[in-house]
């Protein structure tokens, strides 16, 4: 892989892993604001997913912390 094309797939794993560790964090503090039941309102999903919200924020988290590693990881091997 040409080394631009690492350090820019490197810039994007942890701009977006920074993106949903913060957005995760924050709808993990605040489940209510997510208003899940508001927006699955009709779907057979919405009661399980308003109450497993938390849940949901903090798995975002964690995907967003194990994506911003994976791009910090990237970028540090691709540095000769």
Do not use: C, K
Not at 11 to 40: H, K, M, N, Q, R
């Amino acid at each position: 892989m040409p080394q631009l094309a690492q350090h820019l797939l490197a810039t994007l794993l942890v701009a977006a892993g920074g993106w949903f560790a913060f957005a995760g964090a924050i709808a993990a503090a605040v489940p209510e604001a997510l208003a899940l039941s508001d927006v699955l309102a009709g779907y057979r999903v919405a009661p399980i997913a308003a109450r497993h919200a938390r849940l949901l924020a903090l798995l975002v988290a964690l995907l967003g912390i194990l994506l911003f590693v994976a791009g910090a990881m990237l970028a540090v091997r691709s540095f000769p």
